[in-house]
């Protein structure tokens, strides 16, 4: 069955850097991805939707400006999150629609 | 206004039984997808089953059946002899279409806790 990666699988980080988040489809192409968003005990926030060849489509309350979300190819979605903050640590999971497939989150923690 | 509501944040089964975690949702549109997933504390998203909202029979996988009643907008999760491996997080969601792309909309979660 489909499958998606997600990279790095867990990332600390120092407040005020920036952090890239890979989310690759593997065994086939995406031309869209979701970003999700967990914090601890709460369910799953849409953050953005990407989609391959055109801008990402933010939820309201997401900055666009902090989460930047790249679909560099059918199989690569990237989510990066500028000048990380303490509040920012999360657990981001990525999916693909259709069955909705998830992959296997990453958990970030800015200190 | 909410669009899934589950009600039962958390819930304790004894090993073996059944139980069901309940799963309320709101949508104008005809067409809409309905879902359940399993979060173990590693925090992988598991996917269930899957009900659709044309669909005339309730969904079943396994262990798992969905009870699904269109004219209460409830899809309830329904886990027969249930084990110590099913004590994760539960989550509903709901797929409906917006402006012509797909959302998914999450409720806030049952944790099952089994008991041998």
């Known amino acids: 069955g489909a499958v998606v990666s997600q990279h790095p699988s867990w990332v600390i980080c120092k407040s005020g850097t920036s952090v890239k988040i890979e989310c690759r489809s593997l065994?086939?192409?995406?031309?869209?991805m979701f970003w999700y968003r967990q914090f601890p005990k709460q369910s799953l926030m849409l953050m953005a939707t990407?989609?391959?060849?055109?801008?990402?489509?933010?939820e309201q309350g997401v900055e666009k400006d902090k989460f930047l979300i790249n679909h560099a190819s059918l199989t690569l979605s990237t989510l990066t999150v500028t000048s990380a903050h303490p509040e920012d640590s999360s657990f981001y999971i990525c999916s693909a629609p259709g069955e909705q497939y998830f992959g296997p989150g990453t958990r970030l923690t800015v200190t | 206004a909410q669009k899934i509501t589950q009600t039962q944040p958390g819930m304790f089964v004894q090993e073996k039984e059944a139980v069901t975690l309940d799963c309320t949702y709101d949508t104008s549109d005809p067409s809409y997808g309905l879902f359940w997933y399993k979060q173990p504390s590693s925090g992988e998203m598991i996917f269930l089953i899957y009900q659709g909202s044309y669909d005339q029979q309730n969904a079943t996988e396994g262990r798992y059946s969905l009870n699904f009643q269109k004219a209460r907008k409830s899809a309830n999760l329904v886990i027969s002899a249930s084990q110590l491996g099913d004590s994760a997080m539960y989550f509903c969601?709901?797929?409906?279409?917006?402006?012509?792309?797909?959302?998914?909309?999450f409720g806030t979660g049952t944790r099952l806790k089994v008991l041998a």
């Open positions: 065994d086939f192409q995406a031309t869209t």
């Open positions: 990407s989609n391959e060849g055109s801008k990402a489509t933010y």
């Open positions: 969601a709901m797929r409906e279409v917006t402006s012509g792309t797909y959302k998914y909309i």
